[in-house]
């Protein structure tokens, strides 16, 4: 059984970072989908990055490329999101997502992922 378990978040000022964990305690990581999506207050939720074919190959939404790095480690059935000079916009729930079933497609589209976790929490104070 899948569980997705987010860790990571906090507060912190602009241009600091923080790194999040989804950890899946009952799937082994290898060539479906992981992604990671935040949502802001009154906002609807926004893709922010994606991880496939084992993790060779991520995607990223325009707002976070060149800050943020997605990353796996399959030893660990641990995707990592690193978060690099920090934006007051950033500040979010952020959850990870995995879509597990076939065909294994990826991207930003959130109905394509079968598990959430129950996010965790982002501030970034200006």
């Known amino acids: 059984r899948v569980q997705l378990v987010e860790s990571g978040g906090g507060s912190v000022q602009a241009g600091g970072s923080l790194r999040l964990s989804c950890v899946d305690s009952?799937?082994?990581?290898?060539?479906?989908?992981v992604g990671w999506f935040r949502q802001a207050p009154g906002k609807g939720r926004e893709a922010v990055a994606a991880?496939?074919?084992?993790?060779?190959?991520?995607i990223y939404a325009d707002s976070v490329k060149g800050r943020f790095t997605i990353s796996q480690d399959n030893a660990k059935n641990t995707v990592y999101l690193q978060m690099n000079s920090l934006k007051p916009e950033d500040a979010a729930m952020y959850y990870c997502?995995?879509?597990?079933?076939?065909?294994?497609?990826?991207?930003?589209?959130?109905?394509?992922?079968?598990?959430w976790g129950q996010g965790t929490q982002v501030t970034v104070s200006s």
């Open positions: 991880i496939y074919n084992g993790g060779s190959s991520t």
């Open positions: 009952g799937y082994t990581y290898s060539g479906e989908c």
């Open positions: 997502a995995a879509r597990t079933m076939s065909p294994i497609v990826c991207g930003p589209d959130e109905r394509w992922y079968n598990y």
